[in-house]
């Protein structure tokens, strides 16, 4: 039991991770999938693992930035240079228009694959510990709101 618990510890953290960096996949699937976890640790766990991948993609999006060789030959390769202009102006501004209280919201939505809005915020120039801050506290709002709502629905079943 104890390398059962141990085991799914383990990938909570890892998924919660692969959730902010490179999947584009919800977090939700963390909280039927431990289940030799208690509830509250599998949502911090999944919290703590985001805010890892979080802090991985933010410096991921600051070197892509001052390094756009291989982008800008894709791009120009594949006659995209005017679409992804198009593409990056739109998200930069609403990430400028809306800022923190945004993107609390946009990982507070359960559902919502959180890779796109991690990667925007991460483009523009704000606050890390603060960005990291509202990944967390995000991330448990989130995941507690499911497991409330599933928990109120499985009542009457």
Request: proline letters at 4%.
């Amino acid at each position: 039991m104890f390398w059962n618990a141990l085991w799914q510890s383990f990938y909570v953290t890892v998924y919660g991770f692969l959730v902010a960096v490179a999947l584009p996949t919800p977090s939700e699937a963390m909280l039927v999938a431990a289940p030799a976890l208690p509830i509250h640790l599998t949502i911090f766990l999944s919290g703590i693992g985001k805010t890892i991948g979080s802090y991985v993609a933010y410096f991921a999006a600051r070197n892509l930035l001052t390094s756009n060789v291989v982008e800008d030959r894709l791009l120009k390769w594949f006659h995209l240079q005017e679409l992804h202009e198009k593409v990056e102006s739109a998200t930069f501004s609403a990430v400028k228009k809306y800022g923190y209280a945004g993107l609390f919201v946009l990982l507070c939505i359960p559902g919502l694959p959180d890779t796109a809005s991690i990667y925007a915020f991460s483009f523009v120039q704000v606050n890390r510990v603060l960005f990291l801050a509202l990944v967390f506290s995000a991330s448990l709002i989130r995941l507690y709101l499911v497991w409330w709502g599933l928990a109120s629905v499985l009542k009457f079943i």
